[in-house]
């Protein structure tokens, strides 16, 4: 049981290549040209503003009041 827990961690957890490919995947995509850049870095920092946003609305008036903080992190990932 033991050896399927480190395979899942390895997988899904603390894949670095899968991090890696994930965090460079937009700065392959514009990174050609200034204007399609400044597009991207503009979307990113409309996203995370909303994102940031809805997720404080979340917590504060869902998971405080029905007392269920732990699942914040779950919460904030179906909202992004």
Do not use: D, R, W
């Not at 894949?15 to 503009?42: D, E, R, Y």
């Not at 997720?55 to 699942?71: D, G, N």
């Amino acid at each position: 049981m033991e050896y399927i827990n480190i395979i899942i961690l390895a997988l899904f957890v603390n894949n670095v290549v899968l991090a890696q490919f994930l965090g460079i995947c937009p700065f392959l995509g514009v990174s050609n040209k200034i204007p399609t850049a400044l597009g991207m870095g503009t979307a990113v920092v409309f996203v995370m503003a909303l994102a940031n946003l809805a997720t404080y609305l979340v917590y504060a008036y869902v998971l405080v009041p029905l007392h269920i903080e732990f699942m914040q992190t779950i919460s904030f990932i179906l909202v992004i």
